[in-house]
Every structure is written in structure tokens, then in C-alpha cells.
């Protein structure tokens, strides 16, 4: 991610889909973005799809889940000349791994946050790859992935002893490293049922996930990057996060602490005391469509931000959205009462 916050602009390249879901909630109608895409154009009395760079002005976007793709729509304010589309209306489909560029008027500081959060996410994520004889350790940085350890051990053949240090010099190294790295979340992964068992050691400490791959090397850390379970990993822990947080708004309901607040006008005047604590947001109140009502919740996002609050975005496929919308998609903990 690269940001001029002077001049309104931000490049970015979306790795995974909880990327572009971030993404899709920053866009705002009238902002400019700028991405390669195709196009009809006549060429010769012929209609032909070309590539070609352009720029439009977002009236409306939408995120396909599962499918890997944002689609942004509006008008068309800048394109080659030769091909005579500006003023026109185009979509971009935006995939991932695919750079994007983003103008606002102003970057609301919440966006900015959310961004930078979701990019730091990536990190307190360790990948763990072993098989009985050898392991790899890495962990996802903002520049790129970074290999910690590449060891080979002694194989056991049948001695369940040499199975055993093998077992613990795994595990010890996991654990230093996600000790090291904050990481909260370990991917195993490997060729064989040894995955299994360092599994098992680290499941209760940390969020374990297991996933097979071919080998517990270098190619087999390409072939896990490449896997579903990386984009389940992203979007299950920030779930999870809002989840955490309604738990405390229904225990503190429950004991009638005076310390939950909801309803626009509500949290908004909390925001402005500093009494916001956490704050969770339904995403359908940022829809791009919605310009008013999505002025009104950023309004609040941006007091809560301002006054050292979390904010918490909660997707329609979280166990947890209903609940929100019924207490009008807007709840807050507070840090003290309000009278």
C-alpha cells in the first residue's frame, strides 16, 4: 500500500478477498480510481475487446463473495483518446493480485486505519510446513513472506523416540517464533499425518488450521499460499473479532452495566464524550449507493476513531449480523456511563 495523503491518493494491490471486501468498503461515490480493464471498442466498423488503463468516477461498487471480484462502476473521466469512451459508463472488475488506484477528496482516518489493520492482520499469521524429516517456518510481512527457518531432522524410521524430538523441536521453534511475531494463528500444513500431531500440541494456545500440501518445502509453501484456506483464515479471525465484541455487549447488557449504547444519534453523542470504547458497524450501512446514510455513519466512525476507539465492521455472513441490525447496526461498548 502506497499513500500520498496530500494529494488524496492511494495504490494498492488486493491479495485476498477479505482485501477487496476492505476495499470495497473504503469505496465512497465520487471517488476516482484508476485500473487496468477490457473493453468494446469499433475498430475498422469492427467490435473488438481491448485492454486499456482508464479512469472513472465511482457512482456505485459491488463485492462478489466467493468469486474473488470487486466490481466498480461510473463514468469514465480519462481513457486513450484513440478509442472514444470517455463520458461513458464502464464497470471494472477488479480481481485480485491486480494493482488499483484510489483518489479521494480526503481519506477518512477510520478508512486508513482499516487498511493499514488489515494489511498488519496478515502477520500475526505463522506458517508452520513439516513432515517426520524436515519443516519450514514462515510468516506473512508487509513486503513480502518471510522464511524463518528451513531445518531437516533425523528420521525416525521406527523409533518412536526420534518421532517424539522431532515432535517437540517443531513445536518448540513454532512457539518461539509466534511468540516473537505476535502471531495468534498457526497453518499446518504438510505431506503426512506429522502435520497432525504438531496440530495437536499447539491447538489451545493458538488457532490451528490444517491443510495438506504435497511437500514441507519451498513448493509447498507456493502451493499453500495458493489455497482457500488463506482467505478463511483472514476472514474468520476478524469475524471472530466482532463476535468477541457482541459477547461483551450482551454481558454487559445482561448485568445492566449502562455501558452499552446503540442507535445513530445515541453513539454519536458517547463518540463526542469519548466514552466509545468498541463500536460495531453493519456493512450495509457503507454502501456506496446509500451517499447520506453512509455520510452519517462515517460521522461516527470518524469521532469514535479520532477519540482512540476500535471499530468493528460486521459482514452479512457473520454469525453475529442479525443481531447487530436488530439493535439498529449500530452498537457501541462504552468505557463510562452516560446519565
Known amino acids: ?137 514462515a510468516v506473512p510481512m508487509l513486503q513480502g513472506l518471510k522464511i524463518l527457518v528451513e531445518a531437516e531432522m533425523r528420521p525416525p524410521n521406527k523409533e518412536q523416540s526420534q518421532v517424539e524430538e522431532n515432535l517437540e523441536m517443531v513445536v518448540r521453534d ?18 503426512g499425518n506429522f502435520k497432525d500431531l504438531v496440530a495437536q500440541r499447539l491447538r489451545g494456545k493458538y488457532s490451528v488450521y490444517v491443510e495438506h500440501v504435497h511437500s514441507a518445502t519451498r513448493n509447498g509453501l507456493s502451493e499453500l499460499l495458493r489455497r482457500d484456506v488463506m482467505k478463511l483464515v483472514m476472514r474468520d479471525y476478524e469475524i471472530s473479532e466482532g463476535v468477541k465484541v457482541f459477547e461483551r455487549v450482551k454481558d454487559l447488557i445482561g448485568r445492566g452495566s449502562g455501558l452499552v449504547t446503540y442507535g445513530k444519534s445515541q453513539v454519536m453523542e458517547a463518540a463526542t464524550l469519548g466514552a466509545v470504547s468498541e463500536l460495531l458497524v453493519v456493512e450495509d450501512l457503507l454502501a456506496t449507493e446509500d451517499v447520506e446514510g453512509r455520510k452519517s455513519a462515517e460521522k461516527i466512525m470518524e469521532e469514535v476513531e479520532s477519540k482512540g476507539g476500535k471499530i468493528w465492521i460486521v459482514p452479512k455472513d457473520s454469525p453475529i449480523y442479525h443481531q447487530v441490525r436488530n439493535l439498529t447496526g449500530v452498537v457501541a461498548t462504552l468505557r463510562f456511563q452516560l446519565n
Not at 174 to 191: L, W
Open 1 to 137: 500500500m502506497e499513500l500520498d495523503e496530500k494529494r488524496g491518493i492511494m495504490k494498492l494491490v488486493a491479495e485476498t478477498e477479505d482485501d477487496l471486501w476492505v476495499l470495497y468498503l473504503s469505496l465512497e461515490k465520487g471517488d476516482e480510481v484508476i485500473a487496468a480493464t477490457t473493453r468494446d471498442v469499433s475498430i475498422g466498423g469492427e467490435s473488438r475487446r481491448v485492454p486499456m488503463v482508464i479512469s472513472i468516477r465511482v457512482e456505485k461498487a459491488e463485492f462478489q463473495q466467493y468469486t474473488n471480484r470487486l466490481r466498480i462502476h461510473g463514468v469514465i473521466l480519462d481513457a486513450p483518446e484513440r478509442f472514444g469512451v470517455k463520458g461513458q459508463y464502464h464497470t471494472i472488475n477488479l480481481d485480485l493480485n491486480r494493482e488499483v488506484v484510489i483518489i479521494k477528496e480526503k481519506w477518512p482516518k477510520y478508512i486508513i486505519e482499516r487498511i493499514k489493520r488489515q494489511a498488519e492482520r496478515a502477520r500475526r499469521v505463522l506458517l508452520l510446513l513439516t513432515d517426520y524429516d524436515e519443516y519450514l517456518i
Open 174 to 191: 513454532a512457539t518461539s517464533f509466534a511468540s516473537t511475531y505476535s502471531s495468534e494463528v498457526i497453518v499446518v500444513a504438510g505431506p
